[in-house]
């Protein structure tokens, strides 16, 4: 039998921690605690594992063995934190007690932390208590729940509400369990490990910082071997145990010590709180150690160093630090939104840990130990701050601040690299303090640890890093050494590398780096260590890492020449390792003046510390002799604050009157920045006194800054933001500041001149952008003006040194100033706002901005493909080139041929280049093109690639990273037959080598794999449904880019199941058959093929002829489809289509498998999840607790919708499932009954019920009791559900009016009880008083002249469109409140759909002008409609001009609309190419606006600059073609539009508003036309 550690609490030793320990477990069980009966219970994901189901074997045997009259009774309940609950428990009691259980049971508890929790609450009060075991199963039980003895079940008010503090008689951690157990539990487990070492135990911490990379490796791996690892894990459980045994021993009700063990969860539980089940326990106190830990840091308890170091051992183990992490992003999707101040605050003061409504929260001294042994109080304020991610930075108060401060600012970044590399090379020890960590030192201590070159500890709590140098000597290790994007380490590390030794095992060394990396330059500096005959190979990309370094060599030395135009690093590089060369070396920068020679400067002088003395050339221009040598490292080297940071205390004290010291970079320094005191801020009026190594600078009393005329900050650009803010308030008058040489900042984090100009203006502060600088008109502090916080504050780009630099400035202000995007300065300082707090005093707040939760819009920012450049690939003649350009047009990118990239590189086309080099030598140069063009152009660019490009090996891994980057790599097809057609007719391309089908069978697989998106083209037979192509195109491109993610209806919706073989065969009634539909469901398992082109072709089809969201369903057999439950691979590959078809929603069943499930999440983007399940026992009743299970385990997967189908057997079956759904409301629920019997369960659900069509055959898969929409409507009707509303159209004259015909027509169609009449009047108030006032059955009104404007004092509440256009058209009860009123207007969307319809293609982001004809009413529509549309400019023109001015002064300023009054106006206006024409038809038209028009028609037509033919809507609708249309059409060759489609279509919108249905809009339009 394995090892087994046993650990004492609470006086006794109970816990038995090992590896493999199963057979001492049940022994120890059964002869120790005697008992008639044994429980074993579990989940039912643990129930399936092998280790469960040999525990419970072994358990049987020896139980028969041992105690042959007992009985072992098993029990599973349903797995998940959702079934934490009390109707769960009650399950358990219940089987209990039918089992005949006693009090002298022994139960078992075998699972996680849900199983512990619950089961040891069951034990508690079973029969009062009886004896219970507890055998954890995932990490987080083991180092956590399963010790202590707090056992809880959840309620629905909150978590862990209800339970007991009731021991277990054991706790067995077989750490062998955690062999199944999902790579998510496990990494969620470390947090609770990294908790308790960082409160407790830093030797044990540091072993987990070691550990992470290890455990990482194992547990990420597809069949993780944690066996190679279970010495580390047993231990990490151990030692985990151990303090956890000890605090509870010592407290166990938890009145003190333990209350060390909430690290972390005072905000990780708040945050849980919002975004469970989404994301689990562990990460969320992840992110809440993080929190809590800045808290301690804001506070001046803990350093910045500490919190790095946690976040980064956190980081290594794979868990989130921060909300916006993108991966946990990805998990709780929009509830990201809900965590937010106020909610997160609440959520803390209800936390049972905090006593009343006070909060408290351990904080954290360093790491391994607490603040005094117990939880603090925390006030809001500090609270705030931590938890929100901008600040209100409030006035400075010169009584609040000392007149003197010393402030040490982060360590240089240059210096602490250098210092690094010339501690490794050198011999001794060195204790180096204020290192700044990053990525690149982070490499540089991994790569010299892994060569052997140095020994490196740390000390003070990892403030001083202690470096143990061997003098040089490195020795070749095989694995290559990664170095991340850290591109100074790539640098200094390929020259450190050709010192290395070669090993017995070793002879070379590879360095390497990740994708970005690997497009860095590095080729100058590799060229001069060839040159001196080091043998280093590029294994990629020439020019660039991954290197192969030969070892052994040594580095020659003698004359090196380097080119040193690109960057001084690499001449850093190759000056700190020669003094180990074989001969001495002499540096001879070549090619013309070497840049940044400060810091080459730089190096020289630290070398100089380190006992290396290098000499300049006398002779020779930038050439360096280094003597040979040893470096001999200091006892301490102090790395130099960054002078950058440094002067923002500086400025500080500028601005305050107040004097600063910065202790350790002084007149000495190299670094640039160091000098920004002397050279600007003495000059503005401060006195500044400056040693060899200390600058302090004291202000001149408040208001007396001066400007500063002209500066030159070439030598110090980064600085020039803390000068803008000084210079800001630096006023005489008449002077401004000048700051020039600072053109590299436009390119730097954000734009920065530009940023600093737009926010200063908030202040009230003038400046101008100069060529390579900017222009600042001082004004005195009192001018200046607050920022206003309800517009956001100041923005700060993501860059820290804005955020830093208007830190300063807004406390100047007169009023608290709102900094966005605080975290933003962690780049550099992330101590900045705890050093503004605690060193100078300042108030700070935190503050949230507004979230509005169903403003899309600001969800799109976040997750959407961005700006990220879209790339298309697909045969020849599959119409990229159109559709990438219209997608560039539509989404504002560049547009980029790589074919055309190709022959402007090799200056020939391709077809002489295959005939003169061969395919092959065209392909590899095709892939290495495509390398570097996705990488040079990755945003804001549609690059089409050529047909062949997914041939090459080479080509095919980069589209698959460009996928793996998050990128959109665009499959686009269409029929081949018609692709053949095309092809023939075109000789300019080289011909193909085989027919155009086989090389489709050969590609086909691989377009498929290249590709995460996937367009199919329709066959398009005319113009119209080309451009209808267009439109369906777009509106994909905004599905697959979130642009636009398809809203869930909240009002009763339907869906029609397509449950053809084939859509081609009923394609033409695919409309009729979805009338009355939301949404139309594609079976796919019913389709007669399931080959991904054909599936596509459907989609494609279904498209075309429904414009619907599309639900796409594959039902397997065991869920009554058709498709085979066994063939998992091709299920995957058909669900994973749907995706890349940019499908609305994808049904998933809930019983597909795990891994299958958490594959389509990870890939879905924007498309939705339905998650289903049929019982298909036939047996469920609703009652059962099954399918609440069934439900929250949908919900937990992240489901958008969950679809529950059961059967009914009897009539009740039906309100049993009415109680259910009014139950279960977390997500919407589609829930019905099959059966004859549970029709009525079709008629009452709500959201998207399944419905057939008569027009679709009854097949025998059809469920028995399937209802049409009208059948639906019927009875929905009758029983009550719909009442009998009536509407009227209102107005005079109306005895024409179509409405009643419109709206009559479509209340037949769908079989709803309304009625629409017509009443004629001029008086608002008669309106009122008859129809409106006290009427119960008052559907709504359609409103025509004259009463558009008089019936508005009766809205309570209007449409923005109502607002803006002036009118209203459509009154009804507000969807909100039933006894006000709701005004709205729809003339607008009859403009826009009837070109839509007519297949004006989507015009945002081109530069397309509108024209509105005519002053009317209408003509406010037509301007609101154009705008919507996305017209940049909206040209007016009309017999009188008064009318529109009055028009152009109500619309906001960005509709741009513009006035053409005179004949040179029209000349000059711009191309239109869509005009609304507003005039009444029934006279001629004004002579010389007829003559205005008709030129703008003119140019628009022969400009056609929007890429379509220009289209007209006449607003009149008799006669059917107007004098205008006449003219547009025949003389111009304008598209023309008939008055009667604008009538239809804003019907169909008020239909749709008035009723809550959708109308069937054929048949409203043949209501209208044929009369
Ligand atoms: N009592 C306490 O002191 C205490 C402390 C911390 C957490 N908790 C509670 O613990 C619960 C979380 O526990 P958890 O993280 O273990 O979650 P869990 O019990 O839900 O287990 C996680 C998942 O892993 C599965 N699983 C468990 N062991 C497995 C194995 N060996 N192989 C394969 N699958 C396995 C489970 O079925 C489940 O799906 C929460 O309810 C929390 O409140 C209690
Ligand atoms: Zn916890």
């Avoid at 089992?99 to 075998?110: F, M, S, W, Y």
């Avoid at 020289?604 to 290396?612: L, S």
């Amino acid at each position: 039998m394995s090892n087994i550690e046993k650990l004492s609490i609470l006086g006794s030793e109970t816990i038995h921690v090992g590896y493999g320990i199963q057979e001492h477990i049940v022994e120890t069980v059964i002869t120790t605690k005697a008992s008639s009966t044994y429980v074993i219970i579990t989940d039912t994901n643990m129930g399936r594992t092998e280790p469960f189901r040999k525990l419970s074997e072994k358990f049987d045997s020896k139980l028969k063995e041992l105690r042959p009259d007992s009985r072992l009774l098993q029990y599973q309940v349903s797995p998940g934190e959702n079934n934490k609950s009390r109707e769960t428990k009650a399950a358990v009691e219940d089987y209990l007690l039918q089992q005949g259980c006693t009090r002298d049971t022994v139960i078992l508890a075998v699972g996680g932390g849900v199983i512990g929790d619950m089961i040891g609450f069951v034990a508690a009060t079973f029969m009062r208590g009886v004896r219970y075991v507890q055998v954890p199963t995932t990490l987080l039980a083991m180092v956590d729940s399963s010790v202590g003895g707090k056992t809880a079940i959840d309620t629905p008010l909150g978590k862990n509400f209800v339970g007991a503090f009731y021991q277990p008689q054991y706790v067995f951690a077989d750490v062998s369990f955690l062999k199944t157990l999902p790579t998510r539990q496990f990494i969620n487990g470390m947090a609770e490990v990294v908790k308790t070492a960082a409160i407790w135990n830093e030797d044990e911490f540091t072993r987990l910082e070691n550990f992470s990379k290890t455990f990482l490796d194992v547990v990420t791996r597809e069949n993780p071997d944690i066996e190679s690892i279970k010495e580390e894990l047993v231990k990490t459980v151990l030692e985990s145990i151990r303090v956890k045994a000890y605090v509870v021993s010592s407290d166990e009700k938890e009145t003190g010590l333990r209350n060390l063990l909430n690290f972390g969860h005072t905000i990780g539980h708040a945050i849980e709180a919002v975004v469970t089940p989404e994301a689990l326990h562990g990460e969320c106190v992840s992110i809440g150690m993080i929190l809590e830990a800045e808290l301690s840091r804001y506070l001046g308890i803990l350093s910045p160093v500490a919190v790095a170091r946690l976040s980064k051992c956190l980081v290594a183990y794979g868990l989130p630090v921060s909300i916006d992490d993108k991966l946990f992003l990805k998990r709780v999707g929009n509830k990201r939104h809900y965590v937010q101040l106020d909610i997160l605050l609440k959520k803390m003061s209800i936390d049972k840990k905090n006593d009343g409504s006070k909060i408290r929260s351990v904080l954290l001294e360093s790491i391994g130990r607490c603040y005094q042994l117990k939880a603090h109080e925390i006030s809001k304020r500090d609270l705030g701050v931590v938890l929100t991610d901008e600040v209100l930075v409030h006035p400075f108060k010169s009584a609040d601040i000392k007149p003197t401060n010393v402030i040490i600012p982060p360590g240089s970044k240059s210096i602490s690299n250098r210092a690094l590399i010339l501690a490794s090379l050198g011999k001794g020890t060195v204790r180096i303090k204020n290192l700044l960590h990053s990525d690149d030192t982070k490499h540089m201590l991994d790569a010299v640890t892994a060569l052997g070159g140095a020994e490196i500890s740390t000390e003070d709590n990892g403030e001083t890093i202690v470096v143990k140098g061997n003098g040089g000597k490195f020795v070749a290790n095989t694995e290559p050494l990664y170095l991340g994007n850290a591109g100074t380490a790539s640098r200094f590390l390929t020259s450190v590398a050709t010192l290395v030794q070669s090993s017995s095992s070793s002879t070379s060394i590879v360095l390497t780096g990740n994708a970005r990396m690997q497009e860095r330059p590095i080729g100058s500096l590799v060229e001069a260590l060839r040159n001196n005959g080091s043998e280093i190979e590029f294994l990629n990309k020439e020019g660039s890492l991954p290197l192969n370094v030969k070892t052994g060599n040594g580095l020659k030395g003698g004359r090196i020449e380097l080119a040193a135009t690109i960057s001084s690093q690499y001449v850093s590089s190759i000056l700190m390792c020669a003094p180990y060369a074989e001969k001495e070396v002499t540096l001879s920068l070549v090619g013309g003046k070497p840049i940044s020679v400060l810091y080459i400067d730089m190096t020289i002088a630290m070398m100089k510390a380190f006992g290396i003395e290098v000499t300049k050339s006398t002779t020779e221009e930038h050439t360096y002799h280094i003597p040979k040598g040893t470096y001999k490292n200091p006892e301490e080297y102090v790395i130099e604050s960054d002078a950058s940071s440094a002067t923002y205390p500086l400025a500080f004290a500028a601005l305050t009157g107040t004097s600063c010291t910065v202790p350790n970079i002084g007149s000495s320094s190299l670094q640039g920045d160091a000098r920004f005191a002397v050279d600007v801020l003495r000059p503005m009026g401060c006195t500044v006194e400056q040693t060899a190594t200390s600058t302090t600078v004291t202000g001149p009393p408040v208001g007396q800054l001066k400007p500063l005329k002209h500066v030159d900050m070439e030598p110090m650009t980064d600085a020039f933001l803390t000068a803008s803010v000084v210079a800001a308030v630096a006023h005489d008058g008449q002077t401004s500041t000048s700051i020039t040489g600072i053109a590299n900042q436009r390119v730097k984090e954000c734009d920065r001149i530009a940023a600093m100009v737009s926010e200063l203006a908030k202040f009230g502060v003038k400046a101008n952008e100069l060529p390579d600088g900017i222009e600042i008109h001082g004004i005195k502090i009192d001018e200046l003006i607050t920022p206003s916080i309800e517009k956001r504050g100041i923005k700060t780009f993501d860059d820290h040194r804005v955020a830093m630099s208007f830190s300063l400035l807004a406390g100047l202000a007169k009023e608290p100033v709102l900094i966005q995007e605080r975290s933003c300065t962690g780049k550099t300082w992330p101590g900045w706002w705890d050093t503004l707090h605690s060193k100078f005093n300042i108030t700070i707040d935190g503050y949230e901005l507004p979230f509005d939760a169903d403003d899309s819009s600001l969800l799109i920012d976040k997750h959407a493909n961005g700006d990220k450049s879209i790339i298309v690939i697909g045969m020849r003649a599959a119409g990229k080139s159109t559709l990438s350009k219209w997608m560039a047009t539509f989404l504002g990118f560049k547009f980029l041929d790589l074919d055309d990239v190709f022959e402007e590189r090799v200056n020939t086309d391709i077809r002489s280049f295959i005939k003169e080099h061969g395919w092959a030598e065209f392909r590899k140069q095709e892939a290495a093109i495509a390398k570097e063009i996705f990488a040079k152009n990755s945003k804001g660019y549609v690059i089409s690639t050529g047909g062949g490009i997914v041939e090459g090996e080479e080509a095919r891994d980069i589209l698959k990273d460009y996928i793996k980057s998050g990128g959109i790599v665009l499959h686009l097809h269409r029929d081949l037959d018609e692709t053949v057609v095309f092809l023939s007719s075109d000789t300019t391309r080289p011909a193909y080598i085989n027919e155009i089908k086989d090389v489709w069978i050969r590609r086909e697989q691989w377009y498929h794999e290249c590709s995460n998106y996937h367009f199919y083209s329709s066959h398009c037979g005319n113009e119209l449904e080309f451009k209808h192509l267009r439109n369906s195109f777009i509106s994909y491109l905004r599905t697959i880019t979130g642009l636009q993610i398809s809203p869930i209806p909240r009002n009763r919706s339907a869906v029609v199941t397509l449950t053809f073989d084939d859509l081609n065969n009923v394609a033409e009634q695919l409309e009729e058959i979805a009338t009355g539909c939301e949404a139309v469901e594609l079976r796919v398992d019913l389709l007669k093929k399931h080959a991904k082109t054909f599936v596509a072709d459907q989609t494609a089809t279904l498209r075309k002829y429904v414009n619907l969201p599309i639900i796409y369903t594959i039902r397997t057999e065991s869920q009554g489809g058709k498709f085979p439950d066994h063939e998992l691979e091709s299920l995957e590959e058909l669900l994973l289509l749907g995706i890349k078809l940019g499908v609305e929603y994808l049904d998933i069943q809930l019983n597909f498998p795990n891994s299958l499930i958490e594959k389509i999440l990870e890939r879905k983007a924007f498309t939705r999840l339905i998650i289903s399940h049929h019982d298909n026992t036939e047996v469920l009743k609703w009652s059962n607790v099954d399918w609440k299970n069934k439900y929250n385990q949908a919900v937990s997967y992240g489901a958008d919708l969950v679809k529950l189908v059961g059967t009914a057997t009897s009539f009740q079956d039906n309100l049993d499932l009415e109680v259910f759904k009014s139950a279960n409301t977390l997500k919407p629920l589609i829930a019905i009954n099959r059966g004859e019997q549970g029709k009525l369960s079709r008629v009452l659900n709500t959201i998207y019920t399944p419905v057939t069509h008569d027009l679709i055959p009854k097949s025998a898969t059809a469920a028995a009791g399937l209802l049409t929409v009208n059948q639906i409507n019927k009875a929905f009707a009758e029983i009550g559900g719909f009442t009998n509303k009536k509407f009227w159209v209102v107005g005079s004259p109306i005895e024409h009016s179509r409405s009643p015909n419109l709206h009559n027509a479509g209340y037949q169609k769908l079989n709803l009880p309304y009625t629409f009449d017509r009443f004629e009047s001029s008086n608002a108030d008669e309106v009122y008083e008859k129809l409106i006032k006290g009427n119960k059955n008052f559907g709504g009104l359609s409103i025509t002249m004259p009463l558009k404007l008089d019936i508005m004092k009766y809205a309570d509440e209007l449409s923005e469109a109502a607002r803006l256009i002036g009118a209203v058209n459509t009154l009804i009860p507000s969807p909100t409140d039933s006894t006000k009123l709701f005004g709205d207007n729809t003339d607008w969307v009859g403009i826009t759909n009837s070109f839509i319809r007519y297949g004006v293609p989507n015009i945002e982001n081109s530069s397309v002008n509108g024209l509105v004809v005519g002053g009317g009413g209408t003509s406010r529509a037509a301007v609101f409609a154009l705008h919507d549309m996305g017209c940049k400019k909206i040209y007016m023109i009309n017999r009188t001009a008064s009318k529109i001015h009055e028009i152009k002064n109500s619309f906001p300023k960005e509709y741009n609309i513009e006035i053409l009054e005179t004949v040179e106006e029209v000349e000059e206006a711009e191309a239109v190419s869509l005009v609304v024409s507003c005039v009444p038809a029934d006279k001629p038209m004004d002579e010389a606006l007829l003559n205005k028009l008709e030129r703008l028609l003119y140019h628009g037509s022969t400009q056609q600059s929007g890429g379509f033919t220009p289209t007209l809507i006449e607003a009149t609708y008799k006669p059917r073609l107007t004098p205008v249309m006449r003219i547009a059409q025949e003389k111009f060759q304008w598209s023309v539009i008939p008055g009667v489609e604008m009538l239809v279509n804003q019907g169909e919108k008020q239909f749709q508003l008035q009723t809550g249905s959708t109308p069937p809009y054929k048949v409203i339009h043949d209501a209208v036309v044929a009369e």
